[in-house]
């Protein structure tokens, strides 16, 4: 007789992850239309290896100015907006993986923020970043060559052309 608190080994759900070995995509947040294609890519690459998301969003840095109250408001503004963008995007993260994201909002230089924190945060395995449908594949994915080899994780680019159903098929 099988003992009623034990469940057959092929219903029982599967192991997690080990600690310290979740993986961790990042996605750069920003207004980019293709950014959208990156996290859903992030989205669903996590939720099938039971990983994690993580959004960065950078804001531009307030520019000195005699007005050490102003650029403070200023600066305070833009982190508002942040926390708005990353909430609702969060709430898609939430939906697709059965998570929230772990967020970071960083002020400076887009590359120079991305690298900065994919040092300081061992967790992050991952940056998944998308290519522009235009005549360019946008800003990062165009300074990458110059800074990939300092790098210690994988990136991936996604094509920005790619539909919802293109990222179901291969995720």
Do not use: H
């Not at 057959?8 to 750069?28: D, K, N, S």
């Not at 102003?70 to 709430?91: D, F, K, N, P, T």
């Not at 061992?122 to 060559?145: C, E, K, N, Q, Y």
């Amino acid at each position: 007789m099988q003992d009623p608190q034990q469940q057959p080994a092929a219903t029982q759900p599967p192991a997690a992850p080990a600690p310290g070995r979740e993986r961790t995509f990042l996605v750069v947040v920003d207004n980019s239309e293709e950014m959208a294609i990156a996290l859903r890519y992030a989205c669903l690459r996590a939720r099938r290896s039971g990983g994690r998301v993580a959004l960065l969003y950078v804001t531009e840095p307030a520019e000195p100015g005699p007005w050490m109250a102003v650029e403070e408001l200023v600066r305070e503004e833009r982190r508002q907006e942040a926390e708005q963008v990353l909430s609702r995007w969060g709430e898609l993260v939430q939906e697709i993986v059965g998570r929230m994201p772990v967020v970071y909002v960083r002020e400076g230089e887009s590359l120079t923020a991305i690298m900065k924190l994919i040092e300081e945060e061992p967790g992050i395995s991952i940056l998944v970043l998308a290519a522009a449908t235009g005549d360019s594949p946008g800003p990062l994915v165009s300074a990458l060559p110059r800074t990939i080899s300092r790098l210690r994780i994988p990136v991936t680019i996604v094509p920005g052309s790619l539909s919802q159903a293109d990222l179901d098929g291969l995720t």
